[in-house]
């Protein structure tokens, strides 16, 4: 074997790419929680799961996310592939999905077409808390609808899903106009961040150049001043843009969810109409890249990949940014409580116990075991790690006998019980079990 060494001899171990980061066991727990609750939220609003390839055509990119965008300009991880091809590794979902729909006829079925997916995008940005080069998203869209009531269904089912993982959000909307309205207000706003040329800082200087709404999105301190009192594209919208607009404020309105306007609320990308939102931790809990999701309506972008026009909406909750908040507020979350751990003692006892724990598995419960443990300390040292409530423990006596014991794991108390009838006794157990704490 050739082993590439460092010049004090030592082999020279492989490391985790820069802005890369491995989602370790017990972090996959809360990574399981968001996309547990995530999906079965976008299921109950009709949503379907869509999965298409990390890798695209470098070009489906530059025509949808856009020439425009940081994201094209300078943080695609694109190559030529070994035939030749421009590609990307996806960025964002939002231009696969449009390609997914036009390519297979979607338009075609009835509308609105209802999409959601989980995967991992990437992004070479600087890396930093909350930001990294290959990060997971749940993604919805709606295709194929421009009726307001769609972008309103979306903020609230986004709202939904993080009052179910009891994280404390405060949402902000805008409206950024269709072409019509962006004709009449880009000038009034070139004309308005050309008057403040001296103050501005060198990224929005060269912003006004490739796309002027964008640099209402700035951070920077020295701007902020004279950004919030720039001319508002709310005040410039069509007639048709405002109602849409209208509508949405009035669906929301008649929820209990809370929203804030956002005049600056422009979004990093090229491709977006009308409404935009973006999904904040609470004020006194928020750190500098702290957005937990983002979406908006895209009129247009269809029509760009396709040459047929189809209105849609949607957005993405950034994954590990929610994971970091569950962790806040559940440090100890579990979820699939191990229910029975299966112990045994002895060669033939060990090799039943192998088939009690595939039936157990079968019959629903959450098992664990450790079966290449010996001794019966041991294996209840790590019934206890596991946390479970009630461990069997079959041994010689009990196989011969066609009996098996039940400890639990709380009091100590052990039963034998009839090795047929376990399942039956475990559930009547278990379910004793949930009326005390549900009392308690
Ligand atoms: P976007 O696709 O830019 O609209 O982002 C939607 C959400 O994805 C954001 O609100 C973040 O929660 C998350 N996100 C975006 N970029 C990153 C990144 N580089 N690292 C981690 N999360 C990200």
């Known amino acids: 074997m050739n082993l590439e060494k460092n010049i004090k001899g030592k082999i020279n171990a492989c490391h985790l790419l820069k802005g890369f ?140 899903i993080f009052k179910e993982l009891d994280i404390g959000i405060d949402i902000f909307i805008n409206s950024i106009g269709c072409h019509t309205c962006r004709k009449q207000y880009l000038p009034i706003l070139t004309r308005y961040l050309r008057s403040k040329k001296n103050i501005l800082c060198e990224n929005c200087l060269e912003r006004i150049k490739v796309n002027p709404l ?26 048709e843009c405002q109602q849409h607009f209208t509508q949405v404020v009035e669906y929301l309105d008649t929820t209990e969810i809370a929203y804030e306007l956002n005049p600056r609320l422009v979004r990093g990308l090229d491709y977006y109409t009308r409404t935009t939102f973006e999904i904040f931790p609470k004020a006194e809990e928020r750190g500098r890249q702290s957005a937990l999701a983002g979406g908006g309506r ?40 191990i229910e029975v751990f299966v112990a045994q003692l002895g060669v033939e006892a060990r090799k039943r116990c192998l088939k009690i724990y595939e039936n157990l598995i079968q019959d629903g419960f959450n098992v664990a075991e450790s079966f290449s443990k010996e001794g019966l300390g041991n294996q209840l040292e790590a019934a206890n790690k596991a946390g479970a409530s009630f461990t069997i423990i079959l041994g010689q006596k009990e196989l011969l006998e066609k009996t098996i014991i039940i400890r639990d794991m709380e009091s100590g108390v052990q039963e034998i019980v009839d090795l047929e009838k376990i399942s039956l006794e475990l559930k009547k157990r278990l379910e004793k079990q949930k009326i005390i704490s549900q009392q308690s």
């Open 298 to 337: 895209y009129d247009d972008l269809l029509e760009n990949i396709s040459g047929r026009a189809a209105p849609a909406a949607g957005f993405a909750i950034g994954i590990e940014r929610v994971m970091a908040k569950l962790k806040e507020k559940q440090p100890d979350l579990k979820t699939n409580k």
């Open 21 to 160: 980061k491995d989602i370790l066991p017990e972090e996959a727990v809360y990574f399981d929680k968001i996309v547990t609750v995530g999906e079965r939220i976008a299921k109950h609003y009709g949503f379907k799961k869509i999965l298409t390839p990390v890798l695209e055509e470098t070009r489906l990119y530059r025509r949808t996310t856009g020439d425009g965008s940081d994201i094209v300009q300078k943080e695609m991880f694109s190559f030529t592939d070994l035939g030749g091809d421009q590609v990307s590794l996806r960025p964002e979902f939002t231009p696969g999905f449009a390609r997914a729909y036009s390519e297979h006829g979607m338009i075609n079925l009835p509308q609105p077409v209802k999409l959601y997916s989980v995967g991992p995008l990437f992004r070479y940005e600087k890396p930093q808390t909350g930001r990294f080069r290959q990060f997971w998203q749940l993604n919805l869209e709606t295709l194929g609808e421009k009726n307001s009531i769609v972008d309103a269904q979306l903020i609230i089912l986004a709202n939904q």
């Open 214 to 239: 964008r640099v209402l999105d700035c951070k920077e301190e020295q701007c902020q001043e004279f950004l919030d009192q720039a001319p508002q594209i709310i005040d410039h919208l069509c007639e």
